[in-house]
C-alpha cells in the first residue's frame, strides 16, 4: 500500500541545472499538490492539479513547472535552480477531503 | 490578503495535562478546516476535519472547534504524552476554490514529563 511516493529523496544541484521531481499516487485521487517548506515558513503551495490534464498556480509558483499527463503522476520541474529554492518539497493527493503526503525531497541548490 | 496564523512559538506542557493551539485566519470563507500532524523529515499526516456548520469534532483524546463568527479554531489533546510531542499544522479549503488546500505555519507541541 504505497500511497503518496515521491522520487528522488534528496538531491543536490548546481545552479543553473534543472531536474523533475516525480510524484506517484496510488489511490485514484483525482488532485494532487506541490508545497515546499522552509523553516518559518510552513508549507507554501507551488501548484496543483484538480485533475488529469489540469494544472493551476498556487501561491509561489515562479521557477516551477509542472505536468499532470497521467491521473497518478504529478511532475514539479525547475528549469534553471537557483539557491533560493534550496527547500524540502512535499508532494499531496486528495480525494477533495483529507490530503495524502509523501515523504518529502530534500533538495539543495548551490 | 489571506492569511491563516499559527502560534510560532513552541507550547511546552506537562505529561497528562491538556495541550490546545489555536489557528485563526483572516480574510478566508473556508468551506472546511483541517488538523495536520508532522514529525520532523516526515510528511504531515492528516488528523481531523471539521466542516463550517460544524462546531466541534472529537477524535479519542483529540478535539477540534471551529468559530466562523471568530474566524478562529481551537484544537484539543487531552491527557497529552510525550509521543504527542509534534508540530501542528491547520488547514483551510475555501468555499468555491478548486480544492486548493493553504496552510499555517505549524505549531511545535512539546510534551514533557
Known amino acids: 500500500n504505497a500511497g503518496v511516493t515521491q522520487t528522488p529523496k534528496f538531491r543536490v544541484l548546481k545552479t543553473g541545472q534543472s531536474m523533475t521531481l516525480l510524484c506517484a499516487q496510488d489511490?485514484?485521487?483525482?488532485?494532487m499538490y506541490w508545497y515546499r517548506q522552509d523553516p518559518g515558513m510552513g508549507l507554501r503551495l507551488i501548484h496543483y492539479?484538480?485533475?488529469?490534464?489540469?494544472?493551476a498556480k498556487g501561491e509561489v509558483p515562479d521557477g516551477y513547472n509542472v505536468s499532470r499527463l497521467k491521473k497518478q503522476n504529478f511532475l514539479l520541474g525547475l528549469e534553471s535552480a537557483a539557491p533560493s529554492q534550496t527547500s524540502v518539497y512535499f508532494c499531496?493527493?486528495?480525494?477533495?477531503?483529507?490530503?495524502?503526503f509523501g515523504q518529502g525531497t530534500r533538495l539543495t541548490v548551490v | 490578503s489571506q492569511k491563516i496564523e499559527q502560534n510560532s512559538e513552541a507550547l511546552n506542557i506537562q505529561e497528562g495535562k491538556t495541550a490546545t493551539l489555536t489557528c485563526n485566519y483572516t480574510?478566508?470563507?473556508?468551506?472546511?478546516l483541517q488538523w495536520y500532524r508532522q514529525d520532523p523529515g516526515r510528511g504531515p499526516v492528516f488528523l481531523l476535519l471539521?466542516?463550517?456548520?460544524?462546531k466541534e469534532k472529537r477524535k479519542e483524546r483529540l478535539k477540534v472547534t471551529f468559530d466562523t463568527t471568530l474566524k478562529q479554531s481551537l484544537f484539543h489533546i487531552t491527557a497529552s504524552q510525550p509521543a504527542d510531542s509534534a508540530t501542528y499544522l491547520c488547514?483551510?479549503?475555501?468555499?468555491?476554490?478548486?480544492?486548493?488546500?493553504?496552510f499555517g505555519t505549524g505549531t511545535r507541541l512539546q510534551v514533557t514529563l
Open positions: 480574510n478566508y470563507s473556508p468551506a472546511y
Open positions: 489511490m485514484n485521487h483525482e488532485y
Open positions: 488547514a483551510l479549503r475555501r468555499t468555491g476554490t478548486a480544492s486548493k488546500l493553504t
Open positions: 499531496a493527493s486528495s480525494s477533495g477531503l483529507e490530503a495524502f
Open positions: 471539521i466542516r463550517e456548520n460544524e
Open positions: 492539479s484538480v485533475g488529469e490534464g489540469t494544472t
